[in-house]
């Protein structure tokens, strides 16, 4: 096959979807890759360590001449879209319901298209899934922005000049970005405590040296390891719960999220009015709606009583070097896994590719888009 991979136009996206030493391997297995000049520069791949990998370097429109595949990190614009031949098949998160009328425009040019983010989350794909791979840097990089902001050590020191008590951290959700942003806080010597309306991670909390708040009257476990949204009582109940562990909490990192829902707000302004001056908030749900009543989107806010509240957007393209070597592994597994008889096998009855391709050879197959646009 002859993959294409163009070069990340999106503002702040600095990940590349193949970096080099995987081109070398798909290379190896027989594939052609055509690189557009200075995609990886962003996350410091230069163009001569594609070529040495193997691939070709161009510009515009030869980017795409023949391409059979498009691997791409985000979802590309318009322009783009039209540069794609009919009939290739375009890899990326593409975030179908985040913008269903880009999946209109897919269907429209002829191609297919399969979106990382809904490949099963089974053991098969697990080599596939870059919802982990980007959401276990998301968790760490907010613990790394927490400790930048706060006017505090994380760690307990004792000193010639007395003793500093370590940071108190809250992770309240604890799915693949909790648990890593629970590891990295220990790691850098605070005291965690992590929540989850799922109380099956209480296990996986304590094993990373954290203590696990427990809140009766709440259990949120849902269908394939996911939290179901809870109802209005049931957030009544985990919000009054929460107030007295933020309001003790030097750093609070949020990452509740239910799949194709808003965020719940689990911090209210009054919880956030309980911290003390200088304490900081991440909230990793900044981009569908935030944890925090007062989180702004891409901003950081401080609130009357001197709370910082990072707004978080897109944390793993701020850590494109790794993201991109661990994006471009899941591409990479997919690829391999289908590529069969010579092409891309995009049937329904494959279980991967019946969860993640969206548009097959021009037809939305995606039904959640489907509805959305009807
Ligand atoms: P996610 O990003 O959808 O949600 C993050 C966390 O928020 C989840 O742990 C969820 O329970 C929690 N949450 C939702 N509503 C909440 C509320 N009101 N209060 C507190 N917490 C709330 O989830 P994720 O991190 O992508 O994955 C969650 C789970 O999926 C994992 O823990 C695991 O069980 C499963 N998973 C399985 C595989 C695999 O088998 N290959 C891979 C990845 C994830």
Redesign the pocket.
Known sequence: MKIAVPKERAPGEHRVALVPDVIAKLIGGGHAITVERGAGAAAFYPDDAYAKAGAAIADGAAVYAGADVVARVAKPDDAEVAAIPAGATLVGLLAPLGDPRSVERYAQRGISALAMELIP???L??AM?A??SQ?SIGGYKAVVLAAEALPKYFPMLTTAAGTVQPAKVLV???????LQAIGTARRLGAIVTG????SA?KEQVQSLGAKFLEIAGVE?TGQ????RE?TPEE?AI?RAAMVKAIGGSDVVIT?????GRKA?V?VTADAVAAMAPGSVIVDLAAETGGNCELTRAGQTIVSEGGVSIIGAVNLPATVPTHASQLYARNVQALLTYLYRDERLALDANDEIARGAVIVRAGEIVHEPTKSALA
Do not use: F, H, K, W
Request: zero cysteines; a neutral charge.
């Open positions: 989350r089974t053991t794909a697990q899934d919802l982990s959401a309240i959700g604890a799915g693949v970005a909790g929540y989850d309306a799922r991670v949120a394939g390891g996911y939290a809870l957030i985990q990452t509740a999220a239910v799949p719940p689990l």
